[in-house]
T-cell receptor, first 114, second 114 residues
Framework: AQSVTQLGSHVSVSEGALVLLRCNYSSSVPPYLFWYVQYPNQGLQLLLKYTTGATLVKGINGFEAEFKKSETSFHLTKPSAHMSDAAEYFCAVSGNTGFQKLVFGTGTRLLVSP | NAGVTQTPKFQVLKTGQSMTLQCAQDMNHNSMYWYRQDPGMGLRLIYYSASEGTTDKGEVPNGYNVSRLNKREFSLRLESAAPSQTSVYFC?????????????FGPGTRLTVL
């Protein structure tokens, strides 16, 4: 079974500041990990994903995440926030063999101030 | 390609009324999903269809039924709507031929049950 915990339902940053959104997972098998973004009144869009191999994963819009097995974490970062990054971000986990369902965290809303 | 489309975009029902939410995808994906999104709870899986001809319950199936009409279409039915079913409903699809279960989401249906 898998589960995801996202720390902080809201994160506020200033434009140009570092963005850090936290995600910890629990999985009984080697996980696949995902970050999705949801802009207001839209569906979810994949930002990046970790499957196997390189633990630092780069995604769209300058975001990246690092898989740390020892810490069971998959935190999302961006060096410099832009106003357009304001959205809700969801971390998700699945297993890695056969048909797998995604299990989502509760989401973190990122607020970016000028 | 339109991706994943959902109809209607908005709906208001009275308690006890029934309705069907429609979903279609044009990416030739094998698997389709229905989620509901509620504040502070992330996305929760209602039902899914791993392949054409199969459907299975997810985390919160009570009060819902689904039909996988063909490979493209997956509908969600509320037989007797209740206020607890007020939510935003998302349909998603994924391609099992890949190793990773990346899901593509529709724009959502906002349902209010009075």
């Amino acid at each position: 079974a898998q589960s995801v915990t996202q720390l902080g339902s809201h994160v506020s940053v200033s434009e140009g500041a570092l963005v850090l959104l936290r995600c910890n997972y629990s999985s009984s098998v080697p996980p696949y990990l995902f970050w999705y973004v949801q802009y207001p009144n839209q569906g979810l869009q994949l930002l990046l994903k970790y499957t196997t191999g390189a633990t630092l994963v780069k995604g769209i819009n300058g975001f990246e995440a690092e898989f740390k097995k020892s810490e069971t974490s998959f935190h999302l970062t961006k060096p410099s926030a832009h106003m357009s990054d304001a959205a809700e971000y969801f971390c998700a986990v699945s297993g890695n063999t056969g048909f797998q369902k995604l299990v989502f965290g509760t989401g973190t809303r990122l607020l970016v101030s000028p | 390609n339109a991706g994943v489309t959902q109809t209607p975009k908005f709906q208001v029902l009275k308690t006890g009324q029934s309705m069907t939410l429609q979903c279609a995808q044009d990416m030739n994906h094998n698997s389709m999903y229905w989620y509901r999104q509620d504040p502070g709870m992330g996305l929760r899986l209602i039902y899914y269809s791993a392949s054409e001809g199969t459907t299975d319950k997810g985390e919160v199936p009570n009060g819902y039924n689904v039909s996988r009409l063909n490979k493209r279409e997956f509908s969600l039915r509320l037989e007797s709507a209740a206020p607890s079913q007020t939510s935003v409903y998302f349909c998603a699809s994924s391609d099992l031929t890949g190793a990773v279960d990346e899901q593509f989401f529709g724009p959502g249906t906002r349902l209010t049950v009075l």
